[in-house]
Structures are given as structure tokens and as C-alpha cells.
């Protein structure tokens, strides 16, 4: 039986933006596109392994960090595996942007809502 869609009926039901979405401060151009949002839906899908494999992309960048899962390029290994852009992406963000996005993947490891 396919799932029912729910369709917004007020225009404050239409504003409502997915948890895993992280809106820019500004428009981002990447690659030729601009962007204003990056969706992290893929965050209930990392594994261990993930975070095995972002610690092991920092050592072999020469990143030394006492607290890995802090580091930024930790999260962007993280971001690029949970959505459809390439770490390149989010190297490219703004401070504040990419701030936004490392906060809500470190909320995500440890349960901040």
C-alpha cells in the first residue's frame, strides 16, 4: 500500500523545513548552481564505519585533533557521506554556513535536538 502524501493546507504548514535542512545566510554558488539549502536527511544512516573512515580522512590530511568529531573537516567528510554534494561543497561554505552544518551534524552524534 503506498504511503499517503500530506500536503500542507496553511501557508505555516508550507514554511516548515525538515529537521535534517540547513539554510545559508546568503546564496552559495557551486560548481555553477546556487544553493540557499544543504539536506543532511542521511544522517540515520551513518554507521560507526563512517565515523571510522572521517577519522581516518583526517590523518591522512594531516589533521591532528584531540577532539576529531569537533574538527571541520571531520564534519565535512560527514556532510558530503549523508547528502548528495561532494566534500568539496562544503569546503567551499561560508564560516557562519558551515558553523550551521557542523552544528547540526554534531547535535545529530550527540542527541541534541
Known sequence: ?????IIPTTPEEADITPDTVVKFTRSYSFEGKSYSEVDLAG????????M??????LFKTGTVSALPD??????CFI????????????MGLSPRDMNRVKN?????FYGVE
Open 1 to 5: 500500500m503506498e504511503k499517503e502524501k
Open 43 to 50: 544522517m540515520d544512516d551513518l554507521t560507526a564505519k563512517d
Open 52 to 57: 571510522m573512515e572521517a577519522e581516518k580522512y
Open 70 to 75: 569537533q574538527a571541520v573537516g571531520y564534519v
Open 79 to 90: 556532510a558530503s557521506k549523508i547528502s548528495d554534494q561532494p566534500i568539496e561543497f562544503f
Open 104 to 108: 547540526k551534524v554534531t547535535g545529530f
